[in-house]
């Protein structure tokens, strides 16, 4: 069975644990930035991750 979009990212963000930014997400999963955002969006409004604004860079972490 498949994993979706947003299982893929929280796999991710469980590897990388300094965070990292949309661009860097999509990339890795490559996936667009579209779809990474919308991804990043529903694991925000479930208050399973965290952003942190670092200059213009926005770090994405999963909540502890």
């Known amino acids: 069975m498949n994993k979706t979009k947003k299982e893929l990212v929280v796999e991710l963000l469980k590897k990388n644990t300094d965070g990292l930014t949309l661009v ?36 994405h972490y999963l909540e502890r």
């Open 24 to 59: 860097e997400i999509s990339k890795m999963l490559e996936i667009s930035r579209n779809t990474a955002a919308v991804a990043i969006a529903e694991l925000k409004g479930e208050g399973r991750m965290r952003i942190r604004e670092v200059g213009i860079a926005h770090l």
